[in-house]
């Protein structure tokens, strides 16, 4: 599972060197070509960058490097309030792949104080270990899966943000994730593939001024992904807060882009 995944570069900056490559038959074939995602260096440089946020000493994170001005996920943000007003000022959500607290740091500044915030991140075991050592407090909580939380008290909402393009089997998991019935589902910063009919399976190379990593990466059929939620209204679709992932290049030709839905049972 996944995150200090997502994308902070654009290929033609570095002579596309960088960025998104191939056309991988299966996820084996793009996994050969790859370093994986569990590579301790990325979880390493992902702490140290998040504890200086969570100690006031930088303002913001995204994946593993920070930065001296936020940026704000303000679409992320409406949905967010939206679900606190409708559920008494209660925020009770899932954040799958959420890293060490990278989204919940970003926008708990618009969190009104009379909201009661439980926010729990799903990861692999690694990050779900060093997240309850050094991150875990009254609102933010670490867990191995999604039933993991539901033992406790079942969330209303999960968030899944730049996450689900880099599971082995993801439509295999968006069914599963559309029997859990949650009430609401957002998705953020979604990887898609423009003028074709079935999915693509990539590899992605991150510059390593981010950390040294390569690690498969799909690029979905919006109408193929969206077909998991029939049980679902479509309230709300919005393009990425990150400069550059409107028009993401694979193989150096702009055929890809990110965007995300806010989905209501």
Known sequence: M?????????????????????????WDAALAASTGYSADNILEKTKQSLLKVKHGEAVYERDSV??????????????????????ENRLNLIDFGGSLGSTYFQVKDFIPDNVEVTWTIVEQEKYVQCGKQ??????LKFAFDIE???????????????????????????QQLAAYNFDYLIFDRTAFIKDREDDRLTVQRVDPVIYSAVYPSWFFNEAKFLSHFKDYKLVAEFGSFVVGE?????????????????LRR
Not at 66 to 85: H, R, V, W
């Open 2 to 26: 996944l995150k200090g995944l997502k994308r902070i570069f654009k290929a033609e900056n570095k002579g596309d060197k960088y960025g998104w490559f191939g056309d991988f038959v299966s």
């Open 66 to 87: 920070l930065f001296d001005k936020k940026e704000y996920p303000f679409a992320l943000i409406s949905c967010l309030l939206n679900i606190a007003l409708q559920n």
């Open 134 to 139: 050094f991150f875990e407090d009254q609102s």
């Open 148 to 174: 993991d939380c539901m033992k406790i008290d079942k969330p209303k909402v999960v968030l899944l943000s730049g996450s689900v393009q880099y599971l082995p089997e993801p439509h295999k998991f968006l």
């Open 246 to 262: 409107t028009d993401i290049k694979i193989d150096g030709v702009p055929i890809a882009f990110d965007k995300g839905f806010f």
